[in-house]
């Protein structure tokens, strides 16, 4: 599929810092996200262990992450984000562009998905944001979430094989910040541990079609490893 800025499946010997992409630059670990992971996955933490990816801030993206949150949840969960990162516009730190998991009460393990991408309103950074109904992670296990920020403005949530999907609008440009991060941001206001099993970034919004196509791989993938996506 087109627009692949980076890919990469984690766990037991595979390189944590290797971009699949063709043709793209590798990623950064920070501290060791490894060190606590298993033969498919490994664990990221906030500001503790994380990995810097090798992706600029894309004003239409398509961000997808196999997760799972460790409980009991933290109250947020980075997946894919550079909220707190400098706008390359101002240079005051906006909320970005961002995937996590985020709960209105920490501790009670209901968590939902929310993506958010700044918009530019005249100079002034506008959060606009996407979240899904709860779910319930204790008994949810690995799923695939899917952020996207699509050519007309929408910002797209979606949990893959649920109906949990959620889509604002906004009708301005995006304000873009600094490149992303996997399972960290660039301050400490989300810090809840997650489970990463893969992430990709697209450049692009992909479609439904290409979405439930890339689905059907990564559940068929996880299947043969006794994992239920």
């Known amino acids: 599929m087109d627009g692949l800025e980076f890919a990469n499946f984690y766990g037991g010997n595979s390189d944590p810092e290797r971009n699949l ?3 793209k630059d590798r990623a950064i670990m920070r501290g060791d996200p490894t060190a606590q992971g298993g033969n498919f996955f490994i664990r990221c933490e906030g ?24 409980l009991p949840d933290a109250g947020s969960v980075p997946l894919i984000s550079n909220t707190g ?5 101002s240079g005051a730190a906006i909320l970005g562009g961002a995937m996590y ?13 929310t993506v958010v991408q700044t918009a530019n309103d005249g100079g002034a950074a506008a959060s606009v944001v996407a979240s899904t109904n709860d779910f319930n992670a204790s008994t949810a296990g690995w799923q ?11 910002r797209i949530a979606r949990i893959m094989g649920s109906a949990l999907t959620a889509t604002t609008i906004s009708d301005k440009p995006a304000m873009l910040a600094q490149p992303y991060r996997l399972g960290g941001q660039y301050n400490a206001n989300a810090k ?17 079609e290409e979405l439930d196509v ?12 006794g994992i239920t996506i």
């Open 192 to 208: 809840g541990k997650v489970d990463i099993a893969a992430a990709l970034i697209y450049s692009r919004a992909l479609s439904e």
């Open 21 to 23: 992409a063709p043709g």
């Open 47 to 70: 500001m503790v262990n994380w990995i810097d990816l090798p992706v600029e801030a894309l004003a239409e993206f398509t961000l997808i992450c196999v997760a799972k949150a460790v």
């Open 85 to 89: 990162s400098a706008s390359q516009s």
């Open 101 to 113: 998991l985020n709960d209105a009460a920490a501790g009670n393990n209901l968590l939902r998905l």
């Open 214 to 225: 890339l689905y059907a791989f990564v559940r068929r993938l996880y299947a043969r490893r």
């Open 144 to 154: 695939m979430f899917t952020g996207q920020c699509n050519a007309a403005g929408d």
